[in-house]
């Protein structure tokens, strides 16, 4: 069996004025052909797990790309075409695939093409032909669009937000995609989108009777049910891609045996309903905020202020200071700041070096001057350890550790969510010893740092991965949608 693979992911925040070029791939991952098995054989990832399937039955793989960006702005044109031509060429030779796996993302843009992973399907099948089954994984926050779902055979999403399933979705997946070729009945998609643009919690699997854990469980149980279903897959959506096909979503992959999918569709689309407005998180202001954590502070464990808004795991700049200047102003100590997309001050603090005092004009507006001390310097690289993607290769970029009035700030060369304590130990910094940590992130830095921590305190500062999506200047989402307009 001859199957071609290709992983290309960037989650788009379309909110975020910096272009995703080439080089943003080169700083997350991009590699081609026996490379990715080289690097990706035996660890608990997408590739791990396919690599793994391909070995037990004898597959034969062909991989022409591994693409990763994270998050940030839409993709120039450049950088699309040259990757997606790149991802086509084996179907330009003469000789034929069986089957086909993208694991791909869900919510890329790129400055022509609203949507990126439907666009990539209608090429694939151009090349390819509608006889060949394609199986799609997903991240649970891609914005799934109907030209998505008419051309893949399946959909598989990551269940769990932090995403710790990778290995899992690929091997049901190859299991579709398996059953397809050997039997020679292919499935279809069924896509349901009520008129949402946030909800299911942010796809947040932290809290047991959450609405993703809830909704995940009622399509288990519709998938039971129902033997014409081989699965149901659900997504939150990405609330920062301005885009027609933004929100939540159920994608029900199930036999062409029968169109008759009204009692499950009706079923997900309730509960996604009745459900937007849960959320298993708190935000406050910054100032709010700081004060909650400073009381905790007194605690043994550490307390970890959580910038939600200016996470570049969800695309946002990661330069936004507004935090740090208010800690400033509030004569904080003996805090750690991770971290600060600030390549041009990293650039100053290593032509100093270590121990050196250094003057630094930081944040997005250029508007706060602070005298530090550079105390670490470091190329950036590490391993993950934790859950998340772990055994696999984490980069700052150049960055370097500044004390500035008390507070140890890192400040890095490529803007990153916080992931795990391997990050900081790049600083020489143990999460452990210290009481108030400060971080950008979301989601993913929960499945390392939550058990450690007296409290998490989620602060919204107004930027672009804000939770007051009434702010955010959408254009282009499919109106009326909730919670912009009034469904009374």
């Known amino acids: 069996m001859r199957v071609m693979a290709a992983f290309w992911q960037q989650e788009t925040n379309t909110f975020n004025p910096h272009l995703t070029t080439l080089q943003r791939f080169r700083h997350g991952a991009l590699m081609f052909g026996e490379d990715i098995a080289h690097r990706f054989r035996g660890t608990d990832t997408d590739w791990g797990a396919l690599l793994e399937r391909a070995q037990s039955k004898n597959w034969e793989l062909v991989t022409p790309l591994h693409a990763h960006a994270g998050s940030s702005g839409a993709l120039t044109g450049s950088t ?81 937000t932090p995403h710790l399933d990778q290995a899992q979705t690929t091997q049901l997946a190859c299991q579709l995609l398996s059953e397809m070729v050997e039997g020679g009945a292919l499935t279809q998609v069924k896509l349901i989108k009520p008129p949402l643009l946030a909800g299911l919690d942010s796809a947040r699997t932290t809290s047991k009777d959450g609405p993703m854990p809830r909704i995940l469980a009622l399509a288990e149980r519709l998938t039971v049910e129902n033997p014409a279903i081989r699965h149901i897959s659900v997504q939150a959506g990405f609330s920062y891609g301005d885009v027609a096909d933004i929100g939540p979503s159920a994608a029900i992959t199930c036999s062409r045996a029968t169109d008759d999918y009204h009692k499950e569709s009706n079923a997900l689309a309730r509960e996604m ?42 695309g946002a700049a990661g330069d936004d200071v507004s935090i740090l200047k208010a800690m400033l102003e509030r004569g904080t100590r003996d805090a750690f700041f991770f971290s600060l997309w600030a390549p041009e001050a990293v650039e100053s603090c290593f032509s100093a070096g270590l121990n050196k005092e250094v003057r630094l004009t930081l944040g997005c507006d250029h508007d706060l001057k602070v005298t530090g001390h550079v105390k670490a310097l470091t190329p950036g690289d590490y ?44 600083f020489g910094v143990h999460f452990e010893s210290e009481k108030l940590v400060v971080c950008k992130g979301m989601n993913h830095f929960r499945a390392d740092l939550e058990p450690l921590s007296q409290a998490l305190v989620f602060v919204d500062s107004g930027k672009s991965c804000t939770a007051n999506y009434a702010s955010i200047p959408y254009e282009r989402v499919r109106r009326p949608i909730w919670p912009l307009d009034d469904f009374q």
């Open 80 to 160: 699309f075409e040259e990757l997606a031509d790149i991802l086509l060429e084996p179907l330009r030779e003469p000789r034929s695939v069986e089957g086909i796996l993208l694991m791909l993302h869900g919510s890329m843009v790129s400055e022509r093409i609203q949507d990126c992973e439907g666009e990539i399907l209608w090429r694939v099948r151009q090349l390819a032909g509608w006889d060949v089954p394609v199986v799609l994984t997903l991240d649970p926050h891609a914005n799934v669009s109907h030209r998505m779902a008419d051309m893949a055979n399946a959909i598989v999403a990551y269940r769990t």
């Open 273 to 314: 309903w009745t459900t937007r407005a849960e959320r298993t998180v708190t935000f406050h202001s910054v100032c709010e905020g700081l004060q909650i954590a400073e009381n905790l502070a007194r605690c043994e464990r550490p307390v970890v202020v959580v910038d939600y808004a200016d996470n570049p795991g969800g």
């Open 383 to 426: 391993l993950r350890r934790g859950a998340y993607f772990r055994n696999t290769i984490g980069n700052l970029g150049a960055s370097c550790l500044v004390l500035i009035q008390g507070i140890k700030v890192a400040l890095t060369s490529i803007a990153i969510q916080t992931e795990e304590r391997e990050q900081f130990k790049l």
